[in-house]
């Protein structure tokens, strides 16, 4: 999906490493290599953490399965804990989830506030690890190198879950019905990788948007229910999420402005030195500012880019409408609130989200969840070194 973001990386940054970075040096006075080098680095990272409204951070959702064979594999499973620095912790002291979960992410990423929205909103303790967007030292014990991961304590292990869609339907699934355990429950959710049109490997989480019952559900209402809610989550993972680039970086100064709470957001001043920041800001700003415009003739965004973003809006706070409930979930959010709110909340520091709630009514129902859900949410805290 981010075929233009790696071949930034592969013809400009990687090369540029390599050589180690000539091009940044002045033939008056020249800079240390290392320097250099965490220059080019930083302004990676800025494109990658960039990257994550477009997909970056999240399975091929689109393509289309081909007639070749796939393969199902079993979501990763580790006998030891891998060495992790927590960033912070959510602790909440009503929690009886009777989990133990680990959150490898980035701080924006649309799909990690994803999962951070439904882990919140069911009340669930949890670590939270900021990932480097380029080193990846902190997901270097996982072969899957995107995020968000979960790691959860199971018996004899950690078990891993991967894609924000499955992630929510494992715990989801998990959560209403105890019986069984979590590591069992992950194997209704196979990895599939297989051959799409193109004749690429892709892979996707087979179910994900499924949550799982030990017995047939009775109700027709409850039926048409669970189907509706299906339906808007994969909206919100193919449609929603698709008009946030465009949005966020549709003009150079309000790419610069999105990076600018990207760095406050994550907190990049208390990780990086003033200089790297600046780097990964300005270097970031300018490659997404580009890299938007072939996103927004990929996923059929009309030129009007802020009037895609309403329509889409508009879809979503008219469907809540006809419920006439507060959420789509009636008083209380569903799965499908929780999905386009965790979206959404990926942009709520920038111009575009501002624009949003001037030109459409979806200010009230935002407003309404984020209540709902900070109020079963737990303390923020301090985190040490796990060993």
């Keep these: 999906m981010w075929h233009s973001t790696f071949t930034i990386l592969r013809k400009v940054i990687i090369p540029s490493i390599k050589a180690n970075a000539k091009l940044f040096y002045s033939s008056k006075s020249r800079v240390p290599r290392s320097t250099v080098k965490l220059t080019v680095v930083s302004a990676s990272v800025g494109i990658l953490v960039g990257a994550g409204y477009g997909g970056y951070t999240h399975y091929k959702i689109n393509a289309k399965k081909s007639l070749a064979p796939v393969d199902n594999e079993e979501y990763p499973f580790l006998k030891t804990a891998p060495l992790y620095k927590p960033h912070y912790k959510i602790i909440n002291d009503a929690d009886t989830s009777n989990l133990q979960l680990v959150l490898f992410q980035y ?37 899957y190198k995107k995020v968000p991961i979960v790691l959860a304590k199971v018996d004899g292990g950690y078990q891993q ?19 069984s355990q979590l590591r069992e429950v992950a194997k209704f959710y196979p990895v599939t990788t297989y051959l ?11 179910n994900k948007y499924f949550i799982m019952h030990n017995t047939t559900v ?25 008009t946030l680039s465009p949005n966020v970086y549709r003009t150079a100064s309000e790419a610069l402005e999105t990076f600018k ?8 001043r208390q990780s990086f030195p003033s200089w790297e920041c600046a780097v990964m800001v300005y270097g970031g700003a300018t490659a997404m500012w580009i890299i938007a415009k072939r996103l927004k003739a990929r996923h059929n965004i009309k030129d009007d880019v802020r009037q895609s973003l309403y329509d889409a809006a508009n879809e979503w706070t008219d469907a809540v409408k006809k419920k006439g409930s507060r959420f789509l979930g009636g008083e209380q959010p569903n799965l499908a609130d ?50």
């Design 218 to 242: 009775p109700d027709e209402r409850e039926k048409a229910a669970e189907n509706e809610e299906r339906e808007w989550r994969q909206w919100a993972d193919r449609v929603l999420v698709h």
């Design 338 to 387: 929780i999905s386009v709110y965790g979206v959404l909340s990926s942009i709520e520091g920038c111009q575009a989200f501002q624009d949003l709630r001037n030109h459409t009514d979806i200010g009230k129902w935002y407003d309404d969840i984020k209540h709902t859900i900070g109020r079963k949410m737990g303390k923020v805290v301090a985190a040490t070194v796990h060993a």
């Design 196 to 206: 799409n049109d193109a004749g690429k490997n892709t892979t996707d989480i087979t």
């Design 107 to 143: 701080r924006t990423c649309p799909f990690c506030c994803k999962v951070r929205a439904y882990l919140d909103s069911r009340g669930i303790s949890y670590d939270i690890v900021e990932v480097d967007a380029v080193l990846r030292q902190d997901i270097k014990w996982s072969t």
């Design 261 to 268: 709470w990207f760095e406050e957001a994550g907190g990049w």
């Design 161 to 179: 879950l991967l894609d924000s869609t499955a992630i929510i339907s494992v715990l989801e699934t998990y959560l209403q019905d105890k019986s």
